[in-house]
């Protein structure tokens, strides 16, 4: 095959590149930026682990997003019949389909557990409001998120919410839902940043927010901080989560998706070092320790909040984190939609539907982890560590993987050209080329390089040779 063309979108397109970018960095930060970079960076050498990170940002995540939202945009919506259909043009292989299986199943386990964090955030934030995280019972600051993740009948109500809320807006289309539902998130959590910015200065927070990126330590970073950068820095850009192919099948023809990629990680990184940042900060502040997204959401913050006697920040944080989760929960379910309207030739209200329920079907999995004993230790994992597991630590570095063999190696450089920008000008034509030419060389080597690690360090074949080269040496 060497004719490529871009299809146009029979549902529509963005209002503008802004409103795309936007959409991106709402639910790239959402899905689990905001706090695990500052922690991480915190944990591993400040600067040196986010110096790290920047550059597999540049070198890995870079092409594969732009790769993603090419095919995204080639392929336009519902992805599996797209790629089923280049494939039989091209005369591959049937295996080349994994990447359709994996672009359904990981957003699906993703979303089903995450909708029930999304929940926890919205009951913490309605605590948060009503003055009642302060109460700890026998000085126990897990008290109140184990009060509440081991009532099912709360937890179940809460993600019941959050499914209902992503669902209607998913159902209200691109420009009158996804569109809109991004916007007012960025704004609002801007606005909650910039108030988290102003008490912090006052109360000298800020100085525990920036200490964090002021140390440079390479010794703390070692072979796992670098490790962990690199696979935070493909997670970072939503790349393997399905999403980013959704919401590419709404980029018009004359998208530079080169630009777009660029401007959503440099977006999202800033969003995430700024907000997390602030976040860790006024736990630092008050002498306790930030470990790990959950940890420091639903106990950390409970502790700041007695200790301090404060409630604005707290809620200031859950709400925020509400907001960005409910965002990055749309662009999880579009890639699911799209295919049951696709698949079913339905309307999108119905094809919402169908999605909506078997996400919380699925999510009463992690309901009933932390709800009941039968499934809190499954080969030793509990059942919701098994879905993370899954979806984030196997399925996801697989899909990346499988998109950087089938844009990197299938396409043509004379293809990715035209995937890169069609109707171009005679002017430009030459310049496109040369930039696929490199965006062709960065998919062939670091950033397959960066996914096959990726892959065999979630699967634990990393810290297995790390092991036993050090029991041998």
Request: hydrophobic share 60%; net charge positive; with cysteine.
């Amino acid at each position: 095959m060497t004719d490529l063309a871009i299809p146009s979108s029979p549902w529509g397109y963005w209002r503008s590149a802004t409103a795309f970018v936007v959409a991106a960095i709402a639910a790239i930060v959402g899905v689990g930026v905001v706090l695990r970079l500052p922690v991480l960076a915190q944990q591993y050498g400040g600067s040196a682990f986010l110096l790290v990170y920047v550059l597999a940002l540049a070198f890995a995540a870079w092409p594969l997003l732009s790769a993603e939202l090419m095919l995204g945009r080639l392929l336009r919506q519902d992805f599996v019949g797209g790629l089923r259909s280049d494939i039989q043009k091209r005369s591959l292989t049937r295996a080349w389909m994994s990447l359709a299986i994996l672009s359904l199943l990981v957003p699906l386990i993703v979303l089903s557990f995450y909708a029930v964090i999304a929940g926890w955030n919205a009951a913490f934030l309605v605590r948060a409001l009503s003055n009642n995280l302060a109460p700890l019972q026998a000085g126990d600051a897990t008290a109140p998120f184990l009060a509440l993740a081991q009532d099912a009948e709360r937890s179940m109500a809460w993600h019941t919410l959050m499914v209902v809320a992503s669902a209607v807006v998913v159902a209200r289309g691109l420009r009158g839902g996804v569109e809109q539902c991004a916007r007012m998130v960025l704004l609002v959590t801007l606005l909650l940043v910039l108030f988290l910015a102003l008490v912090a200065g006052r109360s000298g927070a800020l100085d525990a927010a920036v200490g964090i990126w002021l140390r440079w330590d390479w010794s703390a970073l070692g072979w796992r901080g670098a490790s962990e950068a690199l696979r935070q820095a493909l997670f970072s850009a939503g790349i393997g989560l399905g999403m980013m192919l959704a919401l590419g099948a709404f980029l018009s023809e004359r998208a530079r998706i080169l630009r777009l990629s660029a401007a959503s990680l440099a977006g999202s990184t800033l969003f995430a070092v700024v907000a997390g940042s602030l976040i860790v900060g006024f736990v630092e502040s008050a002498d306790l320790e930030a470990a790990g997204q959950m940890p420091t959401l639903f106990v950390a913050l409970v502790q700041y909040a007695a200790a301090q006697e404060a409630r604005w920040v707290p809620a200031a944080v859950y709400l925020m984190m509400t907001l960005l989760a409910l965002a990055s929960m749309v662009a999880l379910m579009e890639p699911l939609v799209q295919f049951v309207m696709g698949r079913k030739r339905c309307t999108r209200v119905y094809a919402v539907g169908v999605v909506g329920v078997t996400v919380w079907a699925l999510g009463l999995c992690t309901v009933l982890t932390f709800g009941s004993a039968l499934f809190s230790d499954i080969g030793g994992r509990s059942l919701f560590g098994w879905l993370q597991t899954l979806s984030l630590q196997w399925g996801a570095p697989l899909a990346i993987l499988v998109i950087s063999l089938y844009v990197g190696r299938i396409w043509s450089r004379a293809q990715l050209s035209i995937a890169m920008g069609a109707r171009l000008k005679d002017d430009e034509t030459r310049r496109v080329g040369r930039r696929a030419l490199t965006l062709r060389f960065l998919l062939v080597y670091p950033a397959r390089v960066v996914a096959i690690f990726t892959l065999l360090y979630g699967i634990g074949v990393v810290d297995w040779v790390v092991g036993f080269w050090s029991v041998t040496s």
